[in-house]
Structure formats: structure tokens, C-alpha cells
């Protein structure tokens, strides 16, 4: 398994659960000298990166990319996939084909979170999950055109009412026709909504493309209560072999949310 660490370069969204905020320089400079091997990048739109000059960057500082978020397009437009307008789902479903195309000139997927929206008002659940399943076989075929996969990420209930649960997510996805989709299991939500979290990953098996390493307060592993050994065990009885990202806050402040992050990732792969 491999490092990251997430930056965030969203003005708006300052504050959230992202370790680094003051651009790609910074970020890459900071994560490199903690020794971890990608970031993961949180962007306002697609064309607020420039792919060949953020090569030239990770290539100085001998850094990949992990993912790509596209959750800008909540925070900055409120658009989302199932939004009762279709004008807005046209949009939200525009806006991260042109993240899934800038993320694979990175080398990297791009994540469908915060941007699957919710059913709610007049909105059934089996037409928000029609409207969900529908982007869902547009990007994931879009990514494979790519040579990517394309990541979905069951939210907390604060958060979604669609998919709360990883095990729930990765049995509907079984059920769509592209095979490109993959669950992003972030270990915040999940210490919300699982029962189980080493059980629901073994269920999910290969569908697990990704992991959010984030503790049960959503700050640095080892600043909470979960206990990541049988996570970790879980993830190899599976062949998971991606990155352990940390989308955490940074608490007490960025430098120490790093250093503990990457001090927990060295313990618990070594």
C-alpha cells in the first residue's frame, strides 16, 4: 500500500478536511519532505490545473498523484447528479467528465462524493438512483476510455441519503453495466454507518479502489478512538494495494496532522 495526503485548493471550502491549503508548491514541498508517495488533490473545477506544469512539480518532489475530487462543484455551484433540474445534472455531469480528463493526464481517478446528492423534496429514491446509476455508467466508461477507474464514495447520512453503507454501495454497483466503478471507503464515514468496518471491506473484495485514512473524528489516524490494525489486515486479505489517502482535518494544525498520518502509515505497513 501506498501514502497520500490531500490538498485542498478551494478558497470556500477552507477548513475542511484537507491537510494542506496553500497551493500545489507547498503541498508537495511539505508532503515530500514527510515521505509520502502521492496527493491527493481537491480542486475548484478542472481548469484550475494544469497537468503538464503539475508533472514538472511532482517529478521535483518524486510524488504521484492519487486522486482527484470533484467535490468543488458542490461547494462552489450546489450542482449535483441528482438534482431535480436536469439543466443542473447536465452540468454537475459535464463538470466531472472534465475532471476525469484532467485526473487521467495526472495518471490518477477522479471521485464522484459530495456531488451525488441526496433524494429529497419530491425526488423518490429510485429516481435520484436512476439518475446516480446513469452518471455512474457515463464515468466509469468515460475513465476507462482513459485507462482509469472512476470512484464512488458512500457519504455519512449527515452528508447523503443514498448510499450510507460500503457494503450497500458496492452490492448496487455490482449491479451496473460498466465495470469501471470502483468504492472509495473512507474510514470516517464508515465508523459512522458500518457495523463491522473489516467485514464490510472484505465483503466490498475488489471493488475497493480506494481508501480515505482518516480516524473516527475524522482527524489523523491515531488522534481517535479507531483501531486501524484489523482495517489494515482487511485491506491485504483482499489484494488492496492502492493508497491510504488521508482526507483528515487539520488538527491540531497541518504539520502535526501530517507527521502523525505518515508515522501511523510507516507503523502499520511496515
Not at 182 to 202: C, G, K, Q, S, W
Not at 213 to 240: C, K, M, Q, W
Not at 243 to 255: C, K, R
Request: net charge negative; charged share 20%.
Amino acid at each position: 500500500m501506498k501514502s497520500a495526503v490531500t490538498v485542498s485548493l478551494v478558497a470556500e471550502a477552507r477548513g475542511g478536511p484537507f491537510v494542506f491549503w496553500d497551493g500545489l508548491e507547498d503541498a508537495c514541498a511539505q508532503a515530500a519532505r514527510l515521505g509520502f508517495d502521492a496527493i491527493e488533490i481537491f480542486p475548484p473545477a478542472a481548469e484550475a490545473l494544469d497537468p503538464p506544469a503539475i508533472r514538472t512539480l511532482l517529478a521535483q518532489h518524486g510524488l504521484g498523484v492519487a486522486a482527484v475530487g470533484t467535490g468543488g462543484g458542490w461547494v462552489r455551484n450546489q450542482w449535483t447528479v441528482t438534482n431535480a433540474d436536469p439543466a443542473i445534472r447536465e452540468k454537475a455531469r459535464s463538470f466531472i467528465h472534465r475532471i476525469i480528463d484532467v485526473a487521467a493526464e495526472l495518471d490518477a481517478p477522479a471521485i464522484l462524493g459530495s456531488m451525488q446528492g441526496r433524494c429529497e423534496g419530491e425526488i423518490t429514491r429510485g429516481e435520484a438512483l436512476g439518475w446516480l446509476g446513469e452518471a455512474l455508467e457515463g464515468f466509469g466508461d468515460h475513465a476507462a476510455a482513459r485507462g482509469q477507474v472512476f470512484l464512488y464514495e458512500p457519504l455519512n447520512r449527515y452528508e447523503t441519503n443514498l448510499f450510507n453503507r460500503v457494503t450497500d454501495a458496492a452490492a448496487w454497483l455490482r449491479t451496473l453495466i460498466t465495470p469501471h466503478i470502483r468504492v472509495l471507503a473512507d474510514l470516517f464515514h464508515m465508523n459512522i454507518e458500518e457495523t463491522n468496518v473489516p467485514a464490510a471491506l472484505r465483503e466490498a473484495g475488489a471493488l475497493i479502489g480506494h481508501v480515505h485514512f482518516a480516524d473516527s473524528n475524522r482527524r489523523a489516524i491515531g488522534f481517535g478512538h479507531t483501531d486501524p490494525a484489523p482495517v489494515l489486515a482487511a485491506l491485504r486479505e483482499i489484494g488492496y494495494a492502492g493508497y491510504l489517502s488521508a482526507e483528515i482535518l487539520p488538527l491540531p494544525d497541518t504539520a502535526s496532522a501530517g507527521a502523525q498520518t505518515i508515522a501511523s502509515f510507516r507503523a502499520l505497513t511496515s
